[in-house]
């Protein structure tokens, strides 16, 4: 049976750029990989994604293209994760999917807005089907019905409180995630590039609620106002505690309040190769 693990513990690359050894030990909690351009951050997180899609968040006997991860209980077989970067680029002329999928849908952040709908709505069905049964049981399960919809409030109101410089707010009406400005209704798509960003790493934060997991990002800075940047890791934190974060980044605010002994240079990871 498999058991899932709580976080990664250690990423090692051999032979990045056939020049480097990376060794990675991280933090239950809070991980930034820093350092200036072109060391190898964004690199060392895309070898690091790619080795959990291949083997789907599993652990493999070996590495896989130079890459080996441990996880924090030796028992442990997967983690769940999920990776979110932050360009924004236009769809390709030929990706039909995305754009069958909804004629708003334009950019890559609006793709992912779309997948992220779609698991939205079966996380509400399935904390709606989880209330009844404890609405259902004993007194204590009644009692406790209702924390299952706190985080789901919680990520909405802090939407609301970041989006309300604009008169944005969510309508707590609908099922899907669309929004109230001045009275008229507008879609995700309709949001500002730093709102859809900021939407999609919340919305992902909160559906991995309840469960360890591991969320990547490159960059996240990127689109978001610098208040937004400072707030950023300690909402998400505050939104999904057992989630941990790895995520590279050239902003200082996103290291503010508290994250200082969270940061890794580049330097201090990697061991040049020695000649064969």
């Known amino acids: 049976m498999e058991q899932q693990a709580n976080y990664i513990r250690r990423i090692e690359i051999h032979g990045l750029w056939n020049r480097y050894?990376?060794?990675?030990?991280l933090r239950p909690d809070v991980n930034i990989l820093s350092g200036i351009n072109g060391v190898g951050k964004t690199t060392i997180l895309n070898r690091s994604v790619n080795y959990l899609e291949e083997t789907s968040g599993?652990?493999?006997d070996g590495d896989l293209g130079g890459v080996q991860v441990w996880f924090d209980n030796e028992d442990a077989t997967y983690i769940p994760f999920d990776v979110i970067?932050?360009?924004?680029?236009?769809?390709?002329?030929?990706?039909?999917t995305a754009r069958m999928a909804d004629?708003?849908?334009?950019t890559e952040i609006d793709w992912q807005i779309y997948l992220l709908q779609r698991r939205y709505l079966d996380y509400q069905v399935n904390i709606g089907n989880k209330m009844i049964a404890m609405l259902s049981g004993d007194d204590?399960?009644?009692a406790k019905a209702g924390d299952l919809a706190k985080p789901k409030v919680l990520f909405q109101n802090m939407i609301d409180q970041l989006f309300n410089y604009t008169g944005k707010h969510i309508d707590r009406q609908s099922n899907e995630l669309t929004f109230i400005q001045?009275?008229?209704?507008?879609?995700?798509?309709?949001?500002?590039a730093g709102e859809k960003h900021m939407l999609v790493i919340l919305l992902t934060?909160?559906?991995?609620?309840?469960?360890?997991?591991v969320l990547f990002m490159d960059e996240p800075e990127a689109s978001l106002h610098i208040e937004w940047q400072e707030q950023l890791i300690n909402m998400i934190r505050e939104?999904?505690?057992?989630?941990q974060l790895i995520l590279s980044t050239h902003s200082p605010a996103v290291i503010m309040h508290g994250w200082m002994d969270a940061v890794t240079e580049v330097s201090d990871i990697a061991t040049e190769m020695k000649p064969q």
């Open 182 to 192: 001045y009275g008229e209704t507008i879609t995700a798509y309709q949001l500002s």
């Open 58 to 60: 599993r652990l493999k």
């Open 85 to 96: 970067r932050s360009y924004d680029r236009p769809l390709v002329q030929g990706d039909f």
């Open 205 to 213: 934060t909160l559906l991995h609620c309840g469960e360890h997991s």
């Open 21 to 25: 050894d990376i060794a990675w030990d």
């Open 239 to 243: 939104l999904n505690p057992d989630m």
């Open 103 to 106: 004629p708003l849908v334009r």
């Open 140 to 142: 204590d399960q009644r």
